[in-house]
């Protein structure tokens, strides 16, 4: 079977930066992404890694590393917008699972 | 213009009816997704149609339905609904279906069976 680990909530301060991490089970594994979602809101598309190493995109970056199946997503200069929950997500065999999100709360 | 769109926003029903949610996508895609979030934000796939033909059927009770007229909608049928129906539904869209793809969700249909 899939499985997806991911804390469930961090917690941290504007302008820090944060480290949400993602740790995986799962056959035929093709890549890891990245999603944010917003309270009442619908999941949007952040990041994909589908090789080891850093991905970068303006204040978020994502790392994986497949021999340990883990990846992570890191939050820098962290903003009061940041407040969402982050999930991480693994596609196999036309199948995507999600894992269970993390609630990140920033505050002032 | 909205790229996913679902009707309606908010589904208050009774258990045993039957209702419909609907989905379009003007993103030209070729496959798009229904999706269930739980009360504990537990995101977890129902069906994945590509080009209007079913490629992805995770165990879901067979009272859900999907049907797609055409490639640009994916509609939800839901007959003889039960309280544990109550969740978020989501569609979903992405230009084929891969990890590389980045999927586009609509704004979500609330759904409380009473």
Known sequence: ?108 | DTAVSQTPKYLVTQMGNDKSIKCEQNLGHDTMYWYKQDSKKFLKIMFSYNNKELIINETVPNRFSPKSPDKAHLNLHINSLELGDSAVYFCASSQEASIQETQYFGPGTRLLVL
């Open chain 1, 1 to 108: 079977g899939q499985s997806l680990e991911q804390p469930s909530e961090v917690t941290a301060v504007e302008g820090a930066i944060v480290q949400i991490n993602c740790t995986y089970q799962t056959s035929g594994f093709y890549g890891l992404s990245w999603y944010q979602q917003h309270d009442g809101g619908a999941p949007t598309f952040l990041s994909y890694n589908g090789l080891d190493g850093l991905e970068e995109t303006g204040r978020f970056s994502s790392f994986l590393s497949r021999s340990d199946s883990y990846g992570y997503l890191l939050l820098q200069e962290l903003q009061m917008k940041d407040s969402a929950s982050y999930f991480c997500a693994v596609y196999n065999f036309n199948k995507f699972y999600f894992g269970s999100g993390t609630k990140l709360n920033v505050k002032p």
